[in-house]
């Protein structure tokens, strides 16, 4: 096996639910549950999630005034690959994962010597849950976003959940996971940990 088949990777997955711990949350069960399979490409990190974190509006690093954007935005920066988990709310990412889409706009402004982005080096994977339809729609919009703002995404970069339209049952009251969400999963995590290691070991050339 070559260096970039076997180098170790770090990841970390950032949970878009509205609601802040203890609360339960289907977007937090899935973001585990994909670390939990990126684990097993020897990937490790941690889980975040966002709303237990006084994020502020805005486009910039640091927002000032106890904003605890650059706590997080330092762990990103250290990790190979970024798993953003989100609910569907009227058929659109979280609030919350769009705050985080605005603020990663800053990464656009930072680059190295080259002028490659800093984020250029990184993987990014997506988690989508809900209980209407639209888990298409909502990954597409998230992965515009962490595309332009210079991650990369593997095929089939997205695992997600959506039960049976005007339902009241959440991802997380399963009994079982479901053998498709589970496969889903393992090939988000397998594609990912793969493209992170390429990217470890063979960087984008400036441009």
């Not at 609360?23 to 670390?35: F, I």
């Not at 989100?86 to 609030?95: E, F, K, N, Q, V």
């Not at 680059?111 to 990014?124: C, H, I, S, V, Y």
């Not at 997506?126 to 992965?143: Q, R, T």
Request: hydrophobic letters at 40%; glycine letters at 8%.
């Amino acid at each position: 096996m070559t260096l970039t088949e076997t180098a170790p990777l770090r990841a970390v997955a950032l949970v878009c639910t509205l609601s802040p711990s203890p609360a339960p949350s289907s977007s937090h069960l899935l973001a585990e549950q994909t670390m939990t399979a990126l684990g097993k490409h020897g990937v490790t990190g941690e889980v975040i999630r966002v709303a237990d974190h006084d994020v502020r509006p805005g486009v910039e690093k640091d927002m000032g005034d106890g904003d605890a954007w650059p706590g997080i935005r330092e762990k990103i920066m250290a990790a190979d690959i970024l798993v953003l988990s989100t609910p569907i709310w009227l058929g659109h990412p979280s609030s919350v994962a769009q705050r985080v889409l605005e603020r990663l706009d800053a990464e656009i402004s930072e680059t190295d010597d080259e002028g490659r982005m800093l984020t250029f080096g990184k993987a990014a994977a997506v988690c989508v849950v809900g209980n209407e339809d639209g888990a298409h729609k909502v990954s597409s919009d998230l992965f515009q976003g962490l595309n332009d703002v210079g991650f990369s995404l593997a095929p089939n970069a997205v695992t997600y959940w959506v039960g049976e339209a005007m339902k009241g049952v959440d991802y997380q009251d399963l009994d079982e996971t479901p053998e498709a969400t589970s496969a889903t999963t393992a090939t988000l995590a397998a594609n990912t940990a793969h493209l992170a290691r390429l990217l470890k070991g063979a960087p984008y050339p400036p441009s």
